[in-house]
């Protein structure tokens, strides 16, 4: 399913090679009330994410250090996410570039440390639940692979889009799968599927499970890494949508404005202001940790 939707929007994004996304494709294919229901649909699904992602790292840094209130931590976050992001796409690459291989090399390390203590014994039987169970797991999954939406919705600023986006969503998808099954492997045969499916930071319980302190140490500081770029990929998304929406009027134009380098400044601060707002005053819980591992270390 993944690989199907991924190849749809690699081949729309060559044939409309324009900023937007979703949006972009809507308007064009259907009609300028497709694209606006679709970008709206995008925004308001999107836009309150980056401070809910600056939220859970959040609360896993207070996890870690204590010292300083976790609301605090995800204000400074979101603050840091929009900073980043207003100071072009190519500093915004840089930072992401070497968070994501810090991340895929902490996955790794859980891989490394935790197979020696798998058993093949918790690996079967292979469907616990049945095909209603793998139906379940498919809706989580799927939304699992969708960041490779964000490379098409980048497509005005990609070299040679048309040969470029399709490549590095073939690679992002493969990567990710590979990754996907080396963990999920590592973690089901480790701690068995009753256990597994009762916690809520199965890579933590793992490298506790195999008695490594720098596996724990390992999952923690992947977590904050993985949980900040996720928020900072989120925001980069997002801000494009905005900025496609004002250059068609759909949003005030003003946002459509270009700084420096060609970078949609205004949409970007936009995007993160909301962000920093939800960051400060939506509700938290102490469950936010857990859940910002689950959902971005496992599977963004």
């Known amino acids: 399913m993944a690989l199907c939707n991924a190849l749809?929007?690699?081949?729309?994004?060559?044939?409309?090679?324009?900023?937007?996304g979703t949006y972009e494709f809507g308007r064009k294919m259907m009609g300028p009330w497709?694209?606006?229901?679709?970008?709206?649909?995008?925004?308001?699904?999107?836009?309150?994410?980056?401070?809910?992602?600056?939220?859970?790292?959040?609360?896993?840094?207070n996890a870690v250090v204590g010292a300083v209130p976790a609301r605090t931590d995800a204000v400074v976050a979101a603050l840091v996410m929009t900073v980043v992001n207003a100071a072009g796409i190519r500093r915004s690459v840089r930072v992401t570039d070497v968070v994501v291989v810090l991340s895929i090399v902490s996955l790794l390390a859980v891989v490394v440390i935790g197979f020696p203590g798998a058993r093949a014994s918790?690996?079967?039987?292979?469907?616990?639940?049945?095909?209603?169970?793998?139906?379940?797991?498919?809706?989580?999954?799927?939304?699992?692979?969708?960041?490779?939406?964000?490379?098409?919705?980048?497509?005005?600023?990609?070299?040679d889009p048309k040969h470029?986006?399709?490549?590095?969503?073939?690679?992002?998808?493969?990567?990710?799968?590979?990754l996907y099954l080396l963990v999920a492997?590592?973690?089901?045969?480790?701690?068995?599927a009753p256990r597994l499916s009762q916690s809520s930071s199965p890579l933590e319980e793992t490298m506790v499970a195999v008695s490594s302190g720098f596996g724990v140490a390992v999952v923690s500081a992947g977590a904050l890494l993985t949980t900040f770029n996720e928020g900072l990929s989120d925001l980069l998304g997002v801000s494009r949508v905005a900025f496609a929406?004002?250059?068609?009027?759909?949003?005030?134009?003003?946002?459509?404005?270009?700084?420096?380098?060609?970078?949609?400044?205004?949409s970007v601060v936009l995007v993160g202001v909301v962000s920093i707002f939800?960051?400060?005053?939506?509700?938290?819980?102490?469950?936010?940790?857990s859940q910002a591992w689950g959902l971005c270390c496992i599977t963004r």
Do not use: C, H, K
Not at 8 to 20: C, D, E, I, K, N
Not at 48 to 58: D, S, T
Not at 169 to 175: H, Q
């Open 164 to 178: 470029t986006i399709p490549r590095a969503t073939l690679i992002a998808l493969g990567t990710a799968s590979l």
């Open 8 to 20: 749809s929007s690699t081949q729309l994004a060559a044939v409309f090679p324009r900023t937007g």
């Open 245 to 266: 929406m004002g250059r068609e009027s759909d949003l005030p134009s003003g946002l459509a404005r270009l700084g420096a380098g060609q970078n949609p400044w205004r």
């Open 122 to 159: 918790n690996l079967t039987p292979f469907s616990p639940s049945g095909a209603p169970g793998i139906l379940r797991a498919t809706g989580l999954l799927f939304f699992a692979y969708t960041g490779y939406s964000r490379i098409a919705t980048l497509v005005e600023e990609v070299r």
């Open 278 to 289: 939800v960051a400060a005053f939506s509700p938290s819980t102490s469950r936010w940790p």
């Open 185 to 192: 492997s590592t973690v089901l045969g480790v701690l068995g």
């Open 34 to 61: 497709w694209g606006f229901s679709a970008g709206w649909m995008f925004l308001v699904a999107n836009t309150v994410g980056p401070g809910a992602i600056a939220l859970a790292f959040g609360g896993y840094l």
